[in-house]
């Protein structure tokens, strides 16, 4: 019970693993709502706000779409910053081609 309740982070599991980890240390020593409590002092605080929102939610199913969540938002997050890198890059293409335009209309007149 002690490592339930200070041994164990999430790390790099999913949220529905680390559930399962807190489950099997709980054995019978430990309601749901107890494990809920445990569950969300683990995760995130973005994570935790999202989950407001699935009061009455089973657990499992909670964490389970928490995961997808998470591994949702980290795509949309990686795919955000290669967008505005490439974003960046046609900018700056943009002006050398201009300042190329600008010194060829120079060199013809």
Excluded: P
Aim: with cysteine; aromatic share 4%.
């Amino acid at each position: 019970m002690r490592t339930l309740l200070l041994g164990i982070e999430l790390g790099d599991k999913k949220l529905l693993q680390l559930l399962h980890e807190m489950r099997a240390l709980a054995r019978e020593n430990a309601t749901e709502g107890f494990l809920r409590i445990l569950w969300q002092q683990r995760i995130s605080a973005r994570i935790r706000e999202m989950l407001l929102i699935f009061d009455g939610t089973n657990l499992n199913k909670l964490a389970e779409c928490m995961d997808k969540l998470k591994d949702y938002d980290s795509i949309s997050v990686n795919s955000t910053s290669n967008s505005n890198k490439l974003q960046d890059t046609m900018q700056q293409l943009l002006k050398q081609m201009a300042t190329l335009t600008t010194q060829v209309e120079m060199l013809t007149k």
